[in-house]
């Protein structure tokens, strides 16, 4: 169980586009997800974390116009990077709670690597 | 402020096993976390602990001091394709996951 999916696996898009990600839980319904960004061999760096039906949080130096999220349902979430630039090429990867009875641990899509040129 | 430390990277041989330390210093604790990365991929799961003591799942184990903000995941008959970097993470006071940078382990034939 606690399987989430991650849409696209892998973009290339030009400069200054905007591009959105998908992040679904199959089997479980998420009241909380995670947006996280990961640099070539650093640490995983939370971005924001999203509740339904609520504005996200963001976590301090990311801009919340650039990276947009929406947490429609309790089994999606889309982050959109707004006007891309080459420093946004990284590796994205949403996580989920399941908020039963294993309710804090995240499970983990598995990403989305952006490359924008 | 919060601090998680762990080793950078560590070399084991197959076969053999492998303890990787893991120590914290947070605002408040909910419990810990290791996850597995491999090369490319996002972490999966391996274990959680929020009481002291020793957590066995098959090869691989966690152990967990409190009082010491001290953990470690112990890696049994070590194989090839437990090759990857190990993330520790504490959940905080404020149910915040914070994470170590992880602690890559190569293993050798």
Known sequence: GAVVSQHPSRVICKSGTSVKIECRSLDFQATTMFWYRQFPKQSLMLMATSNEGSKATYEQGVEKDKFLINHASLTLSTLTVTSAHPEDSSFYICSARTGTIDAETQYF????????? | ???IDQPT??????GAIVQINCTYQTSGFNGLFWYQQHAGEAPTFLSYNVLDGLEEKGRFSSFLS??????YLLLKELQMKDSASYLCAVLDSNYQLIW?????LIIKP
């Not at chain 2, 990277?9 to 197959?14: G, I, P, V």
């Not at chain 2, 409190?66 to 953990?71: E, I, M, T």
């Open chain 2, 100 to 104: 170590g940078a992880g602690t890559k």
């Open chain 1, 109 to 117: 899509g598995p990403g989305t690597r952006l490359l924008v040129l």
């Open chain 2, 66 to 71: 409190r009082s010491k903000g001290y953990s």
């Open chain 2, 1 to 3: 402020g919060q601090n």
């Open chain 2, 9 to 14: 990277e560590m070399t084991a041989t197959e």
